[in-house]
């Protein structure tokens, strides 16, 4: 789901292995895409995910483990 989420943003198909960045994706994407992020994981209200997270992250399947530890 965060793949699919930021290839929205960035325009194109996401490499799950690559950094937000290195996918193409810029600060302002990243901005983005946190707030879809945030809100698509979500009990009762959406995480607190930092588009900070998302750019410190070094690849996207790392940003997801971090969303299961912040659920």
Known sequence: MVTDICAKVIGKTADPGLGFIENGGDSLGAVRAAQLIGRSFTRDEPIEFDYVDLLECP??????TLIVRLQ
């Open 59 to 64: 690849s996207l399947v790392e940003v997801a």
